[in-house]
């Protein structure tokens, strides 16, 4: 993996910039964050989003917080605002609360602020890239027993929502395994759920393997059910923003229902996780796990590159009194999740699975 393709980095002026998520596929534009505001609107309108990147993001923006202070002389009430603002801008994702509860406790130990906040700032981004290198390794084996039951026919791997590199740093989670098993030449491809309604899986993930030259096919997000009693898929593989201690894992909405049609036409369903969205204070994912709900508009109308003139367009695919609920993720019981693949490796969707892999969370 090509380290000149990142998610978010550094200006030469030492300020951040990150790809714009919102206009991809069809432009691909940097913005810079100058402040924390900057980071915390980038979070809350989704100008980055998936949780390693939007804890990458929180913890730049902690940095941009410490550099303002400094150079405008503001007191520490300042830093406190910065927290507490990019604490509320997304609710469900874990990696945000990590991300800024380790920025805390790095500047809570230090005597130069700035430096330590660049520092540890910089180590969530690395460890970042490492981490979902390793659930590239460990998912690997997965498509490799498949593709030898195979007889070296192509593997099908069912995708929903966005979990790759646009969704952290680098390799991604969910893509990390297929990367990998790509440059080893097995082959493969991947049916893309669209990902209604912001489209992650038809504007991101099939830009991502687009790039990278993976064969792949978009398709509407109810069309999985039929794929898999038709035998058109051999496994499933979807992401996480937060993980309880028992194995239950909350995804983009229509994760859910993805498992439920594996679980009955026995296809293996597999969450790709960094340890970073692990939740051990949560048990009861359904009950305890907070689900955003977000601005109806984002059901309502539909955003595309128009054949006309190639200009992008947003429209109308409802009445305009018609009201819409739109909640962003929903939460699959690890009851339907064959396993988890962690940079440490592959565990049953439980505690005794988790805690064996992540014994400092027992």
Request: proline share 3%.
């Amino acid at each position: 993996m090509s380290n000149k393709f990142r998610t978010i980095w550094l200006t030469e002026d030492k300020y951040v910039e990150v790809i714009d998520q919102r206009r991809l596929p069809h432009n691909v534009v940097n913005v810079k964050l100058t402040s924390y505001k900057d980071a915390e609107l980038a979070i809350k309108n989704m100008t980055v989003r998936g949780a390693p990147l939007i804890g990458a993001t929180a913890a730049y923006g902690i940095y941009l917080a410490v550099r303002e202070m400094i150079e405008k002389q503001l007191d520490g009430n300042f830093l406190d605002e910065a927290f507490e603002a990019l604490r509320n801008s997304r609710p469900t994702a874990i990696n945000l609360f990590w991300a800024l509860d380790r920025m805390k406790k790095a500047l809570d130990l230090s005597e130069d602020f700035l430096q330590t906040a660049w520092i540890e700032a910089g180590k969530i981004v690395e460890e970042d890239v490492e981490t979902c290198r390793m659930i590239g390794v460990h998912g690997l084996p997965i498509i490799e027993a498949i593709s030898k039951r195979k007889k070296g026919e192509v593997v099908n791997i069912l995708t929903h929502c966005n979990a790759g590199m646009l969704g952290c740093i680098e390799w991604g989670t969910i893509t990390s395994p297929i990367y990998q098993a790509h440059q080893k030449g097995i082959k493969v491809h991947v049916w893309v759920d669209e990902t209604r309604p912001r489209n992650q899986g038809s504007n991101l993930t099939a830009y991502e393997l687009t790039r990278h030259g993976i064969d792949h096919s978009l398709i509407v997000d109810n069309t999985g059910g039929h794929l898999m009693q038709h035998g058109m898929v051999d496994m499933v593989i979807v992401g996480t923003d937060r993980t309880t201690r028992n194995g239950d894992v909350a995804n983009k909405i229509g994760t859910y229902l993805k498992a439920l049609a594996a679980k009955d036409n026995n296809i293996p369903f597999y969450v790709a996780l960094p340890s970073t969205t692990l939740d051990m204070r949560i048990r009861d994912g359904l009950k305890e796990i907070p689900i955003e709900e977000r601005d109806q508009d984002e059901v309502r109308y539909f955003e595309g590159k128009r054949f006309s003139d190639g200009e992008i367009d947003r429209v109308l695919i409802c009445p305009e009194t018609t009201k819409a609920r739109n909640y962003g993720f929903d939460v699959t019981p690890a009851r339907l999740v064959t396993a988890l693949i962690t940079e440490r490796g592959v565990c049953e969707a439980n505690e005794e699975g988790i805690t064996n892999l992540f014994p400092e969370y027992k």
